[in-house]
């Protein structure tokens, strides 16, 4: 089979996070899901839970259920303001964004032996200048990434526990998901699983306020496939 060709703006910094690091992220990472549980999102329309739980720290949080996909500033079942985001996910930003905004949105997916996550695209946000920065922690993970449309050819790899991916430019809009989880393969989190930290600017920043045009456009929203 023909390899894909490579694609613009994807950018995977395997180990990015030391031993340390993640230990220090995870630390931090409690103290948000004490304030802000994880909880199950569920399809629009299906009415279907989603195989990954997750929760949010930042400004807006991103949620799923019948009324639709969206951000909104409190969790949906504590009625509660998302927790701030810890300063070390802002320097993971710093470090890889290339953005000057700083991100509002802070999605914490955790991810059991058993779940995944279909091809979708990230585009309930207004700015598509700012990248999507996320982190792994935890097992490994089958990732899969493609092109601007679903039918578009795929590649995978796999991401294991402090790897970094960048989505920006045309990469922004790339359908991507996970295929599965590979328990075992980390020791970090006692419960098993993987924790996957997805940093999202959501409003209109410094580039669009200048006149700067995203790299891509999104005419309409594309849902996930769960």
Not at 75 to 104: F, K, N, Q, S, V
Not at 155 to 160: D, E, G, I, K, V
Request: aromatic share 8%; with cysteine; proline share 10%.
């Amino acid at each position: 089979m023909r390899r894909p060709p490579p694609i613009e703006g994807l950018r995977l910094r395997p180990g990015y996070l030391d031993h340390v690091r993640q230990t220090h992220l995870l630390d931090a990472l409690r103290d948000v899901l004490a304030e802000a549980p994880l909880f199950t999102p569920r399809m629009p329309k299906s009415d279907r839970p989603f195989t990954v739980r997750m929760s949010n720290c930042g400004p807006l949080g991103w949620v799923s259920d019948q009324y639709g996909y969206r951000y909104q500033p409190l969790h949906p079942e504590t009625g509660r303001p998302w927790p701030p985001m810890p300063a070390i996910l802002l320097d993971i930003w710093r470090e890889l964004a290339g953005y000057p905004d700083t991100p509002e949105a802070c999605l914490v997916n955790f991810y059991a032996a058993g779940a995944k996550m279909g091809l979708h695209q990230d585009r309930d946000e207004m700015e598509f200048a700012a990248p999507v920065v996320s982190v792994s922690l935890g097992d490994t993970c089958l990732f899969r990434v493609g092109g601007h449309r679903r039918s578009a050819p795929t590649q995978a790899f796999r991401l294991s526990s402090g790897d970094a991916v960048v989505l920006g430019g045309q990469a922004r809009l790339a359908f991507h998901g996970v295929d599965r989880i590979y328990p075992g393969t980390s020791r970090l989190l006692p419960e098993g699983g993987r924790i996957n930290l997805t940093l999202r600017r959501v409003t209109r920043g410094v580039f669009a306020k200048s006149g700067q045009r995203s790299a891509v456009e999104a005419p309409h929203v594309k849902q996930p496939q769960i």
